[in-house]
């Protein structure tokens, strides 16, 4: 097995994987889902197309009762996958919701939608005909376009499929490249970046062979030389599926680490907001369940759990100021201080000291009164109040009773001081 053989096997498989990755969102999730229900089934005929230019693949069905089989199933699946992209380009970039002038890449995407569908069947069509009349399929080949250079009929054949691909690969090339522009993301940004390039590989790959196919029939090549250039470009084919494939993948690696971020956002609020919703049942929706429970509740996206986490700490936190004095912000400082920390832990440490004291005064009976004076959150969004709270959870589960117990101690002295 030859280098190239083996890089062919890797992207086949890399296709795939990318395919049965994205298959469950497209075929049942939202409908943001489902409207890439078409670039998933681009991914899945390009993972056919590329398995059938394997060696064992290609070789087997090209030496099956139809000669040259792996050759027409390869361009019939990549044609459908050309059309599910080209869907896709059409259902991301052919709608506009701003009134006056529509911009150019929606004009150009609604074109596309009305050739599209009618150009992949005809040059379906084509292709079964021209390889069944004018493609000289005598014996089998290994190499379809070294082995065929010099023929007219599989330079026609060829040219048909090669147009429509370089096409369609341009069309790819040139709206990405609008949208790579306009990205604010940098994730979105380098994805697009990168399908952008493999678009570009495919209209280089598309015109260099075309003519190569068509130079060889005014000058047959030698046959050493029709097989290196068949190689060469084999190889940018694949570099071109693998920044596809990865390019594709990059945006929803993004998602999906921002979704594992929260579930571990999750993992280490649940202690915190479980002791302050048994304090006050009346508070959250539901009431808290354990840790296992909760990560297996898939009602409601993470995202919106966590907000509603943090809401409903900074309510509770709200009812215990009603419970301490204004003296436990300063008691609860000391005792962040005095337990040595590096200064960047200090603050989170001083809040998780506050709520633990004052849900302990809550729990102990303390007499609901005045709300107390509390230190200012000063999170300028969502995101910066969840990182917060995660830090003081965090420093919440260090924090021992008997450490809580010092300080309500102290807390009371200073109380009785100060009225005596």
Same mark, same amino acid.
């Given at each position: 097995m030859t280098a190239l053989d083996l890089a062919g096997y890797l992207i086949a498989a890399l296709m795939t994987a990318v395919a049965l990755w994205r298959m469950p969102a497209a075929l049942w999730g939202d409908e943001e889902d489902r409207r890439r229900r078409a670039l998933w089934g681009c991914y899945a005929g390009f993972a056919v197309a590329l398995w059938t230019k394997t060696s064992v693949a290609r070789t087997g069905l090209n030496n099956s009762p139809v000669t040259d089989l792996a050759v027409l199933i390869k361009h019939y699946t990549a044609t459908i996958a050309i059309l599910a992209i080209l869907s896709y380009i059409v259902a991301i970039y052919g709608h506009d919701t701003d009134s006056g002038a529509i911009p150019r890449h929606v004009r150009f995407a609604r074109l596309v939608q009305r050739l599209a569908a009618r150009t992949s069947v005809a040059t379906l069509v084509l292709l079964t005909v021209l390889f069944f009349t004018v493609v000289d399929r005598s014996e089998p080949? /290994?190499?379809?376009? &070294? /082995?065929?250079a010099g023929e007219w009929g =599989? $330079?026609?054949y060829m040219s048909v499929f090669y147009l429509y691909l370089g096409a369609a690969s =341009? #069309?790819?090339a040139y709206q990405w490249a609008l949208a790579t522009a306009g990205a604010e993301r940098r994730h979105l940004r380098v994805g697009l970046g990168m399908m952008t390039f493999a678009m570009f590989i !495919? #209209? !280089?790959? $598309? #015109? &260099?062979?075309t003519l190569f196919l068509w130079i060889s029939v005014i000058d047959t090549p030698s046959e050493g030389f029709a097989l290196r250039f068949d190689k060469i470009t084999e190889a940018a084919q694949l570099v071109l599926f693998a920044f596809f494939a990865l390019g594709a993948s990059v945006p929803a690696c993004s998602t999906g680490w921002r979704r594992l971020r929260l579930r571990r956002a999750q993992v280490r609020l649940h202690p915190l907001w479980r002791e302050l919703m048994t304090a006050f049942p009346d508070q959250p929706f539901e009431p808290p369940a354990s840790?296992?429970?909760e990560l297996a509740r898939f009602d409601t996206p993470v995202d919106l759990r966590i907000d509603r986490w943090a809401a409903d700490i900074a309510d509770a936190v709200e009812k215990l100021r009603h419970y301490v004095p204004d003296g436990l912000v300063a008691a609860a400082k000391e005792a962040a201080a005095a337990d040595g920390r590096e200064p960047a832990r200090t603050g989170p440490l001083a809040d998780a000291y506050w709520i633990k004291a004052a849900l302990a005064a809550k729990t102990g009976g303390a007499r609901a009164g005045a709300a =107390?004076? %509390?230190e200012p959150n000063h999170a300028t969004d969502q995101d910066g109040e969840v990182a917060w709270l995660v830090r003081v959870a965090t =420093?919440?589960? $260090? %924090? !021992?009773e008997d450490r809580i117990r010092r300080v309500l101690d102290a807390l009371e002295a200073g109380e009785r001081e100060r009225t005596a």
């Open positions: 080949s /290994d190499r379809f376009v &070294s /082995d065929h =599989a $330079t026609l =341009a #069309v790819c !495919g #209209v !280089g790959y $598309t #015109v &260099s062979r840790l296992r429970r =107390a004076a %509390i =420093a919440y589960r $260090t %924090i !021992g």
